[in-house]
């Protein structure tokens, strides 16, 4: 069974760093593209970074400079590393993932997996 599960959410100040982890099970990461997306309340989902099977990124212009995706595959595990947080980055963060070794639009793609969310909140 396919699982991704987010964690390391939290509050934080504006200026403050995050990381999040998503742990994979029932499957290899190692084949699969994983981003990061995140849900405001009243507003659209949002892809923000993006990491291929080699390891290339793509980062949303918000957040470009600010935050980092990366992935260990030994641990099949992807990180979302957050500095420079503002109170715009409140949202709901998911990871997601699909068995693709290339994407075009990878902030756009509509991956099959899918993890719970885990809710990061930055006060001003």
């Known amino acids: 069974q396919v699982q991704l599960v987010e964690s390391g959410g939290g509050s934080v100040e504006a200026g403050g760093s995050l990381r999040l982890s998503c742990a994979a099970s029932g499957f290899a990461s190692s084949y699969y593209y994983v981003a990061w997306f995140r849900q405001a309340p009243g507003k659209e989902r949002e892809g923000v970074a993006s990491?291929?099977?080699?390891?290339?990124?793509t980062y949303a212009e918000s957040v470009k400079g600010r935050f980092t995706i990366s992935k260990e595959n030994a641990k099949n595990t992807w990180y979302l590393q957050m500095a420079s947080l503002k109170p715009e980055d409140t949202a709901m963060y998911y990871c997601?993932?699909?068995?693709?070794?290339?994407?075009?639009?990878?902030?756009?793609?509509?991956?099959?997996?899918w993890g719970q969310g885990t809710q990061v909140t930055v006060s001003s």
């Open positions: 997601a993932a699909a068995a693709r070794s290339w994407i075009l639009s990878p902030l756009s793609y509509p991956y099959n997996y």
């Open positions: 990491i291929s099977i080699g390891g290339t990124t």
